[in-house]
């Protein structure tokens, strides 16, 4: 097979969504940081580096093969990725999300012995998230089952790479941030997501909240979901005492932004809307990153 181009390796890379990447390698470092407390020795700097590479290396496979399976309903949601614009070929991104799958099993090599398991399974769940025979992203279960699974496994690695492989609990500010952050990507994210691409997903015959619910009542369910979410979230911090105030102060900033953005959402006549009906999902994604980065730096 000829040689892969740099072009087309920056092409993957922007298919696979450089934001999602960023946002996969903050959960692994936040489980790092938030780990260390119940850390027995310091963890070597080049080690968490290593980990965040395999990590990411499989968010890069899983988002990769994802963007060749969706090319359908992609195109006809006017999706600006390189796929669905036909600057990149579906065969291209395939092996080239093979070959990410491979480097991220053996960037583990050296980790704790966890960490293979951990990568391979995030893998297995990106294939059966997009891949034949049945794939769960078809359903509104499947997609949570995924999100709620990948999420965990995204925590779990850094506080395996942190604690050097297990044999020390849990930290109730690990527990509780990993929480509510899995529930931010499935109860605000997943519908979020749906509002912009509801026609193409209803053509490929998905049956995602977007479909099943329509346009008004998603974005009711995602500013109802972020309100109950905050409120959930500061009633734990409050009770359990765990350096996670100003965690809880983002994500309030965060609730804001999604209700502002989701209810300013609905598609007007005359106009495809896409633009507009993103912005939830973009504020859902900024008030990811601004959790992660808040959490992060909660133990220093």
Known sequence: MAAISSHALTLCVIEARPSVLAVSAMRYLTGVALALPAATVAVPLPRVAQGTAA?????????????VTDVTEDRINASGRPIARG???TRTAAAVAAGAGCLALLATWGLPSPMFGIVAANLALGYLYSGPPSPLKDSSGGTVAVLCLSGLLSYLAGFTVATGGGGVALPAALVLFAGVAIG???LVGMPAKDLSDITGDTAAGRRTLGVLLGDRVSRQVTVGAAVVLLAGFAMAVSLTHVPLTGVVLALAAGVVAVAVAALSAAPRPG????RR???????FMGTQHLLHLTAF????
Do not use: C, Q
């Open 87 to 89: 600057e990149l070929e």
């Open 271 to 274: 106009d495809d809307g896409r």
């Open 55 to 67: 990590w990411v290396l499989s968010i890069l496979a899983v988002y990769l093969y994802n963007g």
């Open 277 to 283: 009906t993103r912005r939830p999902y973009r504020a």
């Open 184 to 186: 931010w990507m499935v």
């Open 297 to 300: 730096l909660s133990p220093i």
